[in-house]
């Protein structure tokens, strides 16, 4: 038996090109390198594969979480709600005119809001040269909930009270800005002094109670009073039957 190189143990055909080319070594006669580079791109499709199952799965987790987090918004989800809805001054002396200030607040923002159907932003309003009754409507949503809410603007006149010695002197007696012709009144008649109520003729009649018994006032007369607006209106003056009463409580109902 002859002496064997142990450099020949292996067949040729496993052995291999001696370059490298492209990064890769390629076996002699097993794969051309076509065949090489075909099942090393596998191979690294196959790696890929991984990292993009391992994504995959990341992704379900997100949209699992996602989902979870829509259930609970929808179990947390609060309607909104107008908080407070007002209007300064809501009440204006006949004859004027008026820069009306709308302020409102919100529990949350809302999506859209609007007056009377013109959309408004921030939570304030301003309106000018405002001479008759008004009524402002704020409409708000969130997308899910629409709510809405009025304020009123009204106009009236001066309602006068107070002691006198005659009735040429009404208007420089204390005054309420009011359409209510009901109220309870304490004044000091000294000598000379008579109880006077003054009311606008649109609000009717009234009748007096002092100590809970009625009476104690003369007739109404009509007397045409003018505003510090310019405004005319005719009043009826009320002059308690004696002078002199002190000070005295009184009690004004309407008819």
Known sequence: MGFMDSRNMFDHCNCFVGDIEDGKRYPFNVFNKEESDERYAKKSTEADLSTLAAEVANKADESETEAIRARLDALEYIPIKINSFTASPSLCEMGSENTIELAWSLNKSPTSQNINGTPVTDNTKQYA???????????????????????????????????????????????????????????????????????????????????????????????????????????????????????????????
Do not use: C, W
Not at 136 to 161: C, E, H
Not at 169 to 192: C, F, Q
Not at 198 to 219: H, N, T
Not at 235 to 254: F, P, Q
């Open 129 to 255: 040269g405002v001479s008759y009754e008004q009524t402002y409507t704020l409409n708000v949503t969130d997308g899910q909930t629409n709510v809405s809410k009025s304020v009123n603007i009204s106009f009236a006149n001066q309602i006068y009270y107070g002691v006198a010695a005659d009735l040429t002197t009404i208007t420089e007696l204390p005054k309420v800005l009011s359409n209510n012709k009901a109220r309870t009144i304490t004044v000091n008649a000294g000598a000379g002094q008579y109880i006077i109520y003054a009311i606008p003729s649109r609000l009717g009649d009234v009748s007096f109670y002092v100590s809970g018994f009625e009476g104690g006032f003369e007739a109404p007369v009509d007397q045409i009073i003018t505003n510090e607006s310019g405004y005319q209106e005719t009043y009826k003056v009320y002059r308690s039957t004696n002078a002199n009463l002190g000070k005295t409580t009184v009690e004004v109902r309407g008819e």
